[in-house]
Nanobody
Framework: QVQLVESGGGLVQAGGSLRLSCAAS????????MGWFRQAPGEEREFVAA????????NYADSVKGRFTIFRDNAENRVYLQMNSLNPEDTAVYYC??????????????????WGPGTQVTVTS
């Protein structure tokens, strides 16, 4: 059974940083694209960032470019999201997900087969 568990969320002031971590089990993710998404109250789930299987290519939403960095450790079966210069608009539940399609770049959430339960990020002004 494939499981993803996010951690690292919390409450932070505007301008601060957080690092999210996603641990995968039940599947070796080294051949998969991994993505981060977020969903704010009353909003649809939106793409944040993705990293290709080897970590050699990344893709970001315009709203987070230059502030967020996605990276992975295939030996640890983990993917991370380093978030800097956070602002209140970044407040959301953040989810990691696995895309098994092999297509790159990969932004549509429908392409992702496995999802974690999410971790809350709250940024105060």
């Amino acid at each position: 059974q494939v499981q993803l568990v996010e951690s690292g969320g919390g409450l932070v002031q505007a301008g601060g940083s957080l690092r999210l971590s996603c641990a995968a089990s039940g599947r070796t993710i080294s051949t998969d694209t991994m993505g981060w998404f977020r969903q704010a109250p009353g909003e649809e789930r939106e793409f944040v960032a993705a990293v290709r299987r080897d970590g050699d290519r990344t893709n970001y939403a315009d709203s987070v470019k230059g502030r967020f960095t996605i990276f992975r450790d295939n030996a640890e079966n983990r993917v991370y999201l380093q978030m800097n210069s956070l602002n209140p608009e970044d407040t959301a539940v953040y989810y990691c997900a696995i895309d098994t399609s092999g297509i790159w770049p990969s932004q549509p959430p429908q392409r992702y087969a496995y999802w974690g339960p999410g971790t809350q990020v709250t940024v105060t002004s």
